[in-house]
């Protein structure tokens, strides 16, 4: 039996974890990628990739016994439960419930990015998830906010939801650093994938000076959008 192999039927414990975890550790890049994600919390130094990797072993055994462990505290051990939600098979409604007791623990941008993209069965009930996602964008906490809208980010810019996702990063109002620059990124892609819709909302827009500005920053920064279109955004910025 592969080493992958054995790995399916373990008990996936944390001490199980924490050995796969520091085995796949590199401290080069601890020291590099502590340096990109503030907040102080602990890192071992795994590549997204290896992290990936785990995750996915885990999510094809018995991941909810996963999860009835006692819980990770390194960065890697918290992104490792995201991801294997992101993975994991079941119904929409169960991964929802596992998604919502997740968020509280994203604390860091990278933890919340990663997630986002991890998780694609939205594209079974996207109504659904959509429904999900709308009290975060009016929370209080930064980084319930920034996962809402980098949800609509990676999830949600497409023909069927592109005028509701313009109207929803209008009302988000959260001044978090990282909830704003969500919203910045976000309404960028809008432009790049629906440009015509999105300059349509843009003179009327009503939100902040800063993720206005910086969501301009994105557009003209863009190889996809043209030289007379640059300039017809940056004559755009507030000042």
Known sequence: MGRADASLNMEW???AVRKELQAMAEPDYRAF????????????G?????????AKRIARGDWRAFFRAEKGKCFEETLLRGMVIGY??????????YTEAFVPEIGDWSTCDSFCNTLKFVRKDPERVW?????????????DVRFGVVMLLDHFIQEAFIDRVLETLD???HTGYYAQMAVAWALAECYARFPERTMAYLPNSRLDTFPFNKALQKMTE??????????RLRAMKRR
């Open 88 to 97: 994991a098979k079941a119904d929409v409604e169960e991964l929802l419930a």
């Open 222 to 231: 863009s190889r996809r959008i043209c030289r007379e279109e640059k300039e």
């Open 33 to 44: 990628a502590s340096g990109l994600i503030p907040g102080g919390t602990p890192m071992l």
């Open 171 to 173: 009302n988000v109002r």
């Open 13 to 15: 414990g944390w001490e």
């Open 46 to 54: 795994v590549r997204l990739p290896a992290l990936r990797g785990l």
């Open 131 to 143: 429904a999900f996602l709308r009290p975060y964008f009016s929370s209080e906490r930064e980084f």
